[in-house]
């Protein structure tokens, strides 16, 4: 059962890591798209630049889900090891992964609420101009269709990996 749960862990890291991976390679093309969305609202595209608003895997957009990758491989190896601990930080572990995947679904389904929100709080007035729905759109469409299939998969990667590995080491 431990290796079912290192394989359902090994999994989850490939997951999380496809997050920066796409970001990386699609990012400047949905910039591009969203900086042409910018001109159509009439508002300067500058002001990405200006409030430091990327598009691709930079800062903790890459750091986050390589560190929750590098965690489940080291799991996942201790699960292989048979290691007395694996069990203990499989629950830990596992269930903090489903909690945040959980967050980053909630923060997709409500993008253009809480993008709306910090534009304001940014305090530029140009950039509290934005109609943020078209904005977000027009970047979304610039990731490749697949894009959108890649994400379901990664989120049923990301609940139906962490269940099992807990239900692993539980009957294990």
Avoid: C
């Avoid at 997951?15 to 969203?34: D, E, M, N, Q, Y």
């Avoid at 990405?48 to 996942?76: C, K, Q, S, W, Y």
Wanted: net charge positive; proline share 4%; hydrophobic share 55%.
């Amino acid at each position: 059962m431990n290796t079912l749960a290192a394989l359902m862990q090994v999994l989850v890291a490939a997951a999380f890591v496809s997050i920066p991976l796409v970001r990386h390679r699609f990012g400047p093309v949905a910039k591009a798209a969203a900086v042409a969305e910018l001109r159509l609202q009439r508002v300067r595209p500058e002001v990405l630049e200006e409030n430091r608003l990327r598009f691709d895997a930079g800062g903790h957009e890459t750091a986050v889900p390589v560190l929750v990758a590098a965690v489940m491989i080291v799991v996942a190896g201790l699960n292989l090891a048979d290691a007395g601990s694996a069990q203990l930080l499989t629950w830990i572990f596992s269930s903090l992964v489903l909690l945040l995947n959980v967050g980053i679904v909630y923060s997709n389904l409500t993008a253009v609420k809480s993008v709306e929100g910090a534009f304001r709080r940014k305090g530029d007035p140009e950039l509290a101009r934005v109609e943020v729905a078209p904005f977000l759109e027009a970047a979304e469409h610039a990731f490749p269709g697949w894009v959108r299939a890649q994400t379901y998969v990664r989120n049923t990667i990301v609940f139906g990996g962490s269940a099992i590995a807990l239900i692993a080491v539980s009957l294990g």
